[in-house]
């Protein structure tokens, strides 16, 4: 259970992330009863916009997404209070400080802030006293655009914080199907006797957008697609599926048990890196039935960025589990579908009674998928109905709970968010997970400067560049339908 007598403090308490993601979510904890032991929800912003502004904006989300309930619209209200203040100013969170016993109060403080400012936060925290061994503090990425970047933020709140004070989200961890990686793999000896170079052949992670950059577009120029997607949400999904298994799962036995498996990723050298990296850019094209515009006209064409808004890689992983096995990683923005999986490709049997067919057929599939709709299925082989000679077809086997099973349906966010009230670091990033995941993007850029690997073009609306065909094509495998 939560620990009694808790008080969240949110940062940036009428920003974008707070309206969209926090508020909603914490709603959806009141309402499976999961904020009983919150005593009260703050937000603190620099602005003075009103209280009923940002309620309404909250409210509208909810109502649009048939989430809204009077009574417990009634009683999250209730616990929420919005004030005006620097966070980065000891006096105006001495004055919050003052309305609080963290003697007899857990103190959870959300950064929903750019990094930049995590720094003069932490030794206002620390000035105002809000700092004891009891509190604490969730970041989000973008945490640095380097090693050496995040380094830097890292240092800077160890001098205030421990480590096990620091909840570092990535919201692709709290999805409900990711979260269901450990208990197929783990909780199911026909999958667990199975999960390993004998028998699976390749492993595709796809995250795909049909959104271009919209009004993100300054801070995605800077970024790109490699470090905005592939360094966080793609890599801890890889972990996830190739992770040794743990002696129990604890967050510290996961946790490092996922760190041996970004440390144990093949570098991709400079006389590889572009057959096994593909880098897309899109072009003008057609998105859902509408003339979409080119990445070059949103950001300005003065320009001239080779910015990657579309990345495919083969990771390998240099360990006796996934020897010679690839792991195909891809995402982008305005692609065909929006659309997230996890694609475990079995090998074929050794040997086939059924020679004639099987040429045409795949091996077993276990289709992961994350969004819009999250749910498991497993893809094998049947004889089809009626009179023949065994002729064969692919089914797919349903493996998820059908929702009216479940007790509650949370977001990435709300399951993330009660786990921070838990205590519970399992779903969080580790700051060592961090600098290896950082070392091995930095080496593709920096084989990418080197190379000089272009961006390839491809029409908003597709499905990427016809490059990243060709990278898979090398290894006589193609990539999973989008959508």
Same mark, same amino acid.
């Given at each position: 259970?939560?620990?009694?007598?808790?008080?969240? !403090?949110?940062?940036?308490?009428?920003?974008?992330?707070?309206?969209?993601?926090?508020?909603?979510?914490?709603?959806?904890?009141?309402? +499976?009863?999961?904020?009983?032991?919150?005593?009260?929800?703050?937000?603190?912003?620099?602005?003075?916009?009103?209280?009923?502004?940002?309620?309404?904006?909250? $409210?509208?989300?909810?109502?649009?997404?048939?989430?809204?309930?009077?009574?417990? &619209?009634?009683?999250?209200?209730?616990?929420?209070?919005?004030?005006?203040?620097?966070?980065?100013?000891?006096?105006?969170?001495?004055?919050?400080?003052?309305?609080?016993?963290?003697?007899?109060?857990?103190?959870?403080?959300?950064?929903?802030?750019? /990094?930049?400012?995590?720094?003069?936060?932490?030794?206002?925290?620390?000035?105002?006293?809000?700092?004891?061994?009891?509190?604490?503090?969730?970041?989000?990425?973008?945490?640095? #655009?380097?090693?050496?970047?995040?380094?830097?933020?890292? *240092?800077?709140?160890?001098?205030?914080?421990?480590?096990?004070?620091?909840?570092?989200?990535?919201?692709?961890?709290?999805?409900?199907?990711?979260?269901?990686?450990?208990?197929?793999?783990?909780?199911?000896?026909?999958?667990?006797?199975?999960?390993?170079?004998?028998?699976?052949?390749?492993?595709?992670?796809?995250?795909?957008?049909?959104?271009?950059?919209?009004?993100?577009?300054?801070?995605?120029?800077?970024?790109?697609?490699?470090?905005?997607?592939?360094?966080?949400?793609?890599?801890?999904?890889?972990?996830?599926?190739?992770?040794?298994? /743990? @002696?129990?799962?604890?967050?510290?036995?996961?946790?490092?048990?996922?760190?041996?498996?970004?440390?144990? !990723?093949?570098?991709?050298?400079?006389?590889?890196?572009?057959?096994?990296?593909?880098?897309?850019?899109?072009?003008?094209?057609?998105?859902?039935?509408?003339?979409?515009?080119?990445?070059?006209?949103?950001?300005?064409?003065?320009?001239?960025?080779? #910015? *990657?808004?579309?990345?495919?890689?083969?990771?390998?992983?240099?360990? &006796?589990?996934?020897?010679?096995?690839?792991?195909?990683?891809? #995402?982008?923005?305005? =692609?065909?579908?929006?659309? +997230?999986?996890?694609?475990?490709?079995?090998?074929?049997?050794?040997?086939?009674?059924?020679?004639?067919?099987?040429?045409?057929? @795949?091996?077993?599939?276990?289709?992961?998928?994350?969004?819009?709709?999250?749910?498991?299925?497993?893809?094998?082989?049947?004889?089809? /109905?009626?009179?023949?000679? =065994? @002729?064969?077809?692919?089914?797919?086997? $349903?493996?998820?709970?059908?929702?009216?099973?479940?007790?509650?349906?949370?977001? +990435?966010?709300?399951?993330?968010?009660?786990?921070?009230?838990?205590?519970?670091?399992?779903?969080?990033?580790?700051?060592?997970? %961090?600098?290896?995941?950082?070392?091995?993007?930095?080496?593709?850029?920096?084989?990418?400067? #080197?190379?000089?690997?272009?961006?390839?073009?491809?029409? +908003?609306?597709?499905?990427? @560049?016809?490059?990243? %065909?060709? =990278?898979?094509?090398?290894?006589?495998?193609?990539?999973?339908?989008?959508?």
């Amino acid at each position: 259970m939560p620990d009694s007598n808790t008080h969240i !403090l949110i940062i940036g308490g009428d920003g974008d992330l707070s309206v969209r993601k926090l508020y909603p979510a914490l709603f959806a904890l009141e309402s +499976a009863g999961e904020l009983k032991h919150v005593e009260r929800i703050t937000g603190l912003s620099r602005s003075s916009k009103d209280r009923s502004v940002v309620l309404n904006a909250v $409210n509208e989300r909810l109502t649009a997404s048939g989430q809204h309930c009077d009574e417990h &619209w009634d009683s999250f209200t209730g616990r929420l209070n919005l004030i005006q203040g620097d966070a980065t100013n000891a006096d105006d969170l001495r004055d919050f400080a003052a309305t609080i016993n963290l003697e007899t109060t857990q103190l959870i403080v959300y950064f929903a802030i750019p /990094p930049k400012v995590f720094d003069g936060v932490c030794k206002a925290m620390q000035a105002a006293g809000l700092v004891v061994p009891s509190t604490r503090v969730v970041v989000e990425k973008p945490l640095g #655009t380097s090693c050496d970047s995040f380094l830097d933020i890292h *240092e800077q709140m160890a001098e205030i914080f421990d480590e096990n004070q620091v909840y570092r989200i990535d919201h692709y961890l709290g999805k409900e199907s990711v979260q269901n990686l450990l208990a197929l793999r783990f909780a199911n000896v026909i999958f667990s006797s199975i999960w390993n170079s004998d028998h699976i052949d390749s492993v595709q992670i796809t995250v795909a957008e049909t959104v271009g950059v919209e009004d993100r577009h300054e801070f995605y120029d800077e970024i790109g697609a490699l470090r905005d997607m592939v360094q966080n949400h793609l890599l801890q999904i890889l972990c996830l599926i190739a992770l040794e298994p /743990p @002696p129990n799962k604890t967050a510290d036995m996961i946790r490092s048990e996922k760190l041996k498996v970004i440390q144990s !990723l093949k570098p991709i050298g400079l006389n590889e890196i572009n057959n096994k990296t593909i880098r897309g850019q899109y072009v003008a094209g057609t998105a859902d039935g509408e003339l979409a515009p080119g990445y070059q006209d949103e950001i300005g064409r003065e320009r001239m960025s080779n #910015t *990657e808004t579309f990345v495919a890689i083969k990771a390998e992983i240099d360990n &006796w589990r996934w020897a010679g096995v690839p792991f195909y990683l891809r #995402t982008g923005k305005r =692609l065909s579908a929006r659309y +997230a999986e996890i694609v475990i490709q079995f090998k074929k049997p050794k040997h086939s009674i059924f020679a004639d067919q099987s040429a045409t057929l @795949p091996g077993n599939r276990l289709h992961i998928r994350l969004q819009p709709d999250d749910g498991v299925t497993l893809s094998f082989l049947n004889k089809q /109905p009626g009179l023949g000679e =065994l @002729p064969l077809e692919e089914l797919d086997l $349903n493996l998820q709970e059908p929702d009216a099973g479940r007790k509650h349906s949370f977001d +990435a966010y709300a399951r993330l968010l009660l786990e921070v009230l838990r205590g519970d670091q399992t779903l969080f990033v580790s700051s060592d997970e %961090v600098v290896a995941s950082w070392k091995w993007i930095d080496q593709i850029r920096a084989n990418w400067e #080197t190379a000089n690997s272009k961006a390839h073009p491809y029409s +908003a609306g597709t499905t990427g @560049p016809s490059q990243a %065909v060709v =990278l898979i094509a090398r290894d006589n495998r193609e990539w999973t339908e989008l959508g």
